[in-house]
């Protein structure tokens, strides 16, 4: 049996529920079964439930027309008005397991895009109008729905249109851009490449929506319905659960390939350094798989046409097991070969290490990058974010550091039973986060091992999508003043607890129907050990570093359906290890460098800039206003080009250990080297490395 324990995105024990949630369907559907096992589980265990009534139902059909076509460029007034009857009578639905608010929402969407990819091709047929004066709002929220199908003719007409002015304006200046002796195409042509080419970009949208079935789009409507609840609360088809794991666990049993559709056909994009394909050597990226046959199966199975979860779903298998892939070469050549799947480990996901130079001379400091709280359990040989930490530290320590940087920028958070480790590889012990459920008192979650991994100066790194559990360890670290969070004005502000139950187990029976596939829901709140929560509010840096999000509003903060801001009585924590000491003065310096620093002014302004193209929306579609509208853009990007360019960390290196493993192949080393060569590049390490010379100075 899969260990299944306490974890932050987890498996939720459900031995207690497991009588308790059996939907009683009497034509025995598949989608009534899910909707009713799924209403079920959030009834009983969401921390915030909902009554299933009118003010529900409303949010429920206002947020899935937003999923539906929030651009406006497919429905019309009629057809909303045929789904506005459902508004207040989608509860009565949830609570009948019907589906006809669903279906007819399925039916009009089929129909809108039959006829607009009619509208489309009709309108790219022949040149358009470029001198005309005219313009294309873009921002669903600020257009109506189109009033009649002549209408939304129009608005595609308008909308292929501004596609191919885009291109049109490109191609002519990259034209004017050519020497006296290079060929160059008349308008004419250049025009009708650009139709072409807008064509081709519809026709592989409609494509890839056409290959969608129908319990991806339920799946949709599904989600619509939890996401009232909270944003973090969704339903999960069993594909999107696996792909869940192997993202935690960075393990898969595959044959180690990255996959992408391109029309028709999948193409290899990538070979897993160290996975069975890569042993093998004779897949190749950009590779066409035609047909995927398994081992006990004496026919192929051709997969042209298929949406890529299916075709990923035929080639994963179990470790040990063939899969014969029948594979087109670049050179045209088709051939069958053989490949026996093995565990695949995705190594870009795990921690890893540099050795920065220090602002002063013989100053050395270590660097740690986390991408997420990463771990497996389901195997005795399983990954672990926090022994990982733990064994980076040891390395770094062993190399002789005067100070740490632990960087959890983009980190979306993983396991919580790995953020309660690894925050106390940095304190003696005591707490380190605060759980609430639903009608129970808060629990404090404790480092108990009176061990210190590392004693001495750290400091983090975070930006704005730094969520769940590194604001954690964040928010810990920064209540203990153990350490000094660097990064953007706040991290992302996720301050709940989600963990999954798995609807096979919640019913008997129903194997025909079988997998349902699970849910996540918010099960717990976090509080910090303060007292206060990171939900909405994120935490705050000690020391604010501008970036291109400066001025956007982004992060659990912009998110409909948001759980409110709560606090708690705080824990009582106290640290020797290390106590910041001079913040005050530690900071003043920062934001002297900051001021003075060209680079940072820079960003600072490019956030502006940011702000304000995403606030605009309306595009003109005559040519020569788009060209001096694209060159007014232009003029102001060329203030911002080469912003990180220039190198600014000097001697950055890897660990003597690593090196090995590093130079095993030319894959992982060119990886390597792309890695460490953004590092030096980064000036928001540069400032946090100056940051930690002053805390060293200091302390």
């Known amino acids: 049996m899969k260990f299944r324990g306490p974890i932050f995105f987890s498996i939720l024990a459900i031995a207690l529920l497991a009588a308790a949630i059996y939907p009683q369907v009497d034509d025995g559907e598949k989608e009534a079964v899910l909707m009713q096992s799924i209403i079920s589980g959030f009834n009983q265990l969401h921390f915030r439930p909902k009554a299933i009534d009118d003010d529900f139902s409303e949010d429920v059909y206002d947020f899935y027309m937003e999923q539906l076509d929030g651009s406006r460029r497919f429905l019309t007034q009629k057809d909303i008005k045929k789904l506005e009857a459902y508004k207040y009578k989608l509860d009565d639905e949830i609570n009948a397991t019907s589906f006809e608010f669903f279906n007819l929402a399925q039916e009009l969407r089929k129909g809108a895009f039959s006829k607009t990819q009619t509208y489309y091709r009709e309108a790219l047929a022949q040149p358009f109008d470029y001198d005309k004066e005219e ?52 308008f004419e042509k250049l025009e009708k490449e650009s139709r072409e080419e807008v064509l081709e970009f519809f026709d592989d949208w409609y494509n890839r929506m056409e290959k969608l079935k129908r319990e991806d789009y339920l799946s949709g409507y599904l989600n619509a319905i939890t996401h009232i609840f909270d944003p973090h609360s969704e339903y999960y088809q069993p594909i999107d659960k696996e792909n869940f794991d192997i993202q935690l666990s960075g393990r898969l049993e595959g044959i180690g390939a990255s996959l992408r559709s391109e029309g028709d056909y999948t193409k290899v994009v990538r070979i897993v350094v160290g996975g069975p394909a890569w042993k093998q050597k004779q897949l190749d990226e950009d590779d ?30 179990k470790k040990g097991t ?54 497996d359990f389901r195997n005795s040989d399983g990954q672990s974010c926090a022994k990982d930490i733990e064994r980076e530290l040891e390395k770094l320590k062993a190399e002789g550091v005067d100070g740490i940087i632990l960087d959890l920028r983009y980190n979306g958070g993983g396991y919580l039973t790995e953020v ?14 605060q759980v609430k459920s639903r009608g129970s008192e808060p629990e404090v979650l ?20 730094s969520a769940s559990a590194s604001e954690i360890l964040a928010a810990a670290l920064q209540d203990y003043g153990r350490a000094i969070i660097v990064g953007s004005k706040s991290t992302f502000g996720k301050g709940t607890v989600q963990r999954f139950l798995d609807l096979d187990r919640t019913i008997r029976g129903y194997n025909e129907i079988k997998p349902l596939g699970e849910i996540k829901l918010t099960i717990q709140k976090f509080f910090r050990i303060n007292g206060g929560s990171n939900q909405l509010k994120g935490v705050e840096s000690d020391i604010v570093l501008p970036d291109n999000f400066h001025y956007i509003t982004t992060g659990e903060r912009d998110r409909e359906y948001a759980m409110e801001w709560t606090e708690i009585e705080p824990a009582e924590y106290s640290q020797n290890v290390m106590n910041i000491q001079n913040m005050d003065e530690i900071r003043r310096r920062s934001e002297q460098r900051i001021a003075q620093d060209p680079t940072f002014q820079k960003v600072l302004d490019n956030a502006q800039r940011l ?29 911002f080009e080469g912003l990180f360019d220039d190198e600014v960390n000097h001697g950055v290196a890897n660990l003597k250990e690593d090196m090995p493993q590093i130079e095993l192949d030319e894959s992982r080393k060119a990886r390597n080297d792309d890695w460490v060569k953004s590092v030096t590049k980064d000036i928001y390490i540069k400032e946090t490395v100056n940051i930690m010379h002053d805390l060293i100075e200091l302390k």
């Open 135 to 186: 313009t294309i709002e873009l921002d669903g929220e600020k257009r109506a729905y189109a009033k009649n199908d002549a209408e939304l003719r129009e608005f595609w007409y308008k909308y292929a249109k501004y596609e191919t002015v885009q291109r049109l304006a490109l191609k002519i200046e990259e034209q004017e851009k050519k020497g006296e002796e290079e060929e160059k195409s008349s």
């Open 420 to 433: 309660q480790k690894m925050t106390g590889y940095f304190i003696e012990k005591g707490p380190v986060v």
């Open 288 to 317: 066409i798989i035609l047909k995927v046959k398994q081992e006990e199966e004496p026919d192929p199975v051709d997969i042209t046409g298929m949406q890529i979860n299916d075709v990923v779903q035929l080639i994963r298998g």
């Open 611 to 639: 702000k304000e193209q995403r606030d605009f929306s309306e595009y003109p579609l005559q040519l020569s206003a788009y060209q001096a509208l694209l060159e007014k853009q232009e003029e102001e990007a060329k203030k």
């Open 446 to 465: 404790r480092d108990i091992d009176p061990r210190v991994q590392y004693d001495g100066p750290l400091i983090v790194m975070v930006n704005t999508y």
């Open 322 to 375: 063939n899969v014969t892939l029948t594979i087109k070469k670049i050179d045209g050549t088709v051939k069958d070969i053989t490949i026996e799947r093995d565990v695949v480990i995705l190594e870009e996901q795990f921690a890893k290490s540099l050795i920065l130079q220090g602002s002063e001379e013989g100053e050395k400091i270590g660097y740690i990058n986390l991408p997420s709280f990463y771990g």
